[in-house]
């Protein structure tokens, strides 16, 4: 699989999947569900789920359930549905790990200008997905991008999702996607992660996931190439990322209007 599969074509692609993965169940039945609405509605589908989560605000938050248990759901869910895998990583020694059980790598947004965690995975030669952080500008993005590409890899995918305002909030700049485009990859909108109110005192990120449908919506008419959406059967019970997730049974209905909406501006 390269990056031309998701670039260029007549639909918005979409990641999706849970935050973290919780358990094979879970992953098979948020999988399934989403399979059936994509092939329906004729949009690429790659499965999201970290095996781990290793940014956390608190030390007794929960991040996993052991690194090999995840990686192996993953491609099993994978293997299950004939679908690609995203997962994330946070240091370079485990570029090659994840390799061998998911197609994308992710970069989070926080380690974006890891020079190192950008090279290793780009060595392994998946496409890497680069997540813009928080404090950096869209334009600059391309520096991250060309560490990736100057290994010789330009499997290379670049995702928005929001810059800080304040100390406990984001805002989205959608000047950002075209802006991004120019460097030659697709660009995903994270309809999610754009919506968190990190920093809480409570020690958990907050969020406003009323509004992903407008976020989504907005990204599909700024031309964005994917979408990146977190969702979850139980939102208030997942064990991470709850407060700005969407509802699997509400994830149908909004990917029917953002195709019309694609068909729109085509």
Not at 132 to 146: E, I, L, T
Not at 224 to 243: C, Y
């Amino acid at each position: 699989m390269g990056i031309n599969d998701f670039k260029g074509g007549r639909n918005f692609f979409l990641i999706a999947g849970p935050c973290v993965i919780e358990g094979e169940e879970m992953a098979l039945h948020i999988a399934e569900k989403i399979v059936r609405m994509t092939e329906k509605l004729a949009i690429p589908y790659m499965f999201k789920g970290s095996y781990r989560k290793a940014n956390r605000s608190r030390a007794d938050s929960f991040t996993g359930i052991g690194d090999e248990k995840a990686l192996k759901i993953l491609r099993k869910t994978g293997e299950t549905f004939g679908i690609p895998i995203v997962t994330d990583i946070h240091e370079p020694a485990e570029a090659a790990m994840a390799a061998e059980y998911a197609d994308v790598l992710q970069i989070p947004a926080f380690l974006c200008r890891q020079t190192d965690l950008l090279l290793a995975a780009a060595r392994t030669g998946k496409i890497v997905n680069i997540k813009k952080g928080q404090f950096v500008s869209p334009a600059s993005m391309r520096f991250a991008a060309q560490k990736v590409a100057d290994s010789g890899n330009n499997h290379i995918m670049l995702t928005e999702r929001g810059t800080t305002f304040g100390y406990t909030d984001l805002v989205v700049d959608f000047r950002g996607i075209p802006q991004m485009q120019e460097f030659g990859y697709p660009v995903v909108m994270d309809a999610t992660h754009s919506l968190q109110q990190p920093n809480q005192m409570t020690g958990v990120s907050g969020g406003l996931p009323t509004l992903i449908k407008t976020i989504a919506k907005a990204a599909v008419a700024a031309g964005a190439d994917g979408l990146f959406i977190e969702t979850h059967p139980e939102p208030a019970a997942a064990k991470s990322d709850g407060a700005n997730m969407l509802r699997l049974d509400l994830l149908e209905e909004l990917l029917a209007k953002l195709v019309r909406i694609r068909e729109a501006i085509l």
